[in-house]
């Protein structure tokens, strides 16, 4: 099974940028949907963004649609998420995670790292 660090969080000021990276091992990279979940204190996990194994596809929820952005290299098994125009509502911890197929459902998605933490200040 899949295996996923995530890594690049940090404190940035609103309207500021941040990207992040998420590094897998122990199953073909390539092989798997990557997503992207954030979840914020006292609130459930949602869904981010995801990008199949080639690439073609992207979906992105409404709320980051137009200032984040994933993509993915799949020779240094390595997906990223560049966030811009950051908010307040962006604070979050973030996941990374490995699914079969594009679906913004948590539970079809495995792998889950130990996340990032996002904080955009005011």
């Known amino acids: 099974q899949v295996q996923l660090v995530e890594s690049g969080g940090g404190l940035v000021q609103a309207g500021g940028s941040l990207r992040l990276s998420c590094a897998a091992s122990?199953?073909?990279?390539?092989?798997?949907?990557m997503g992207w979940f954030r979840q914020a204190p006292g609130k459930e996990r949602e869904f981010v963004a995801a990008m199949a194994r080639s690439g073609a596809s992207i979906y992105y929820t409404d709320s980051v649609k137009g200032r984040f952005t994933i993509s993915r290299d799949n020779a240094k098994n390595t997906v990223y998420l560049q966030m811009s125009s950051l908010k307040p509502e962006d604070t979050a911890v973030y996941y990374c995670?490995?699914?079969?197929?594009?679906?913004?459902?948590?539970?079809?998605?495995?792998?889950w790292g130990q996340g990032t933490q996002v904080t955009v200040s005011s």
């Open positions: 995670a490995a699914s079969d197929g594009l679906t913004k459902w948590e539970s079809d998605y495995s792998g």
């Open positions: 122990g199953r073909t990279f390539s092989s798997n949907t």
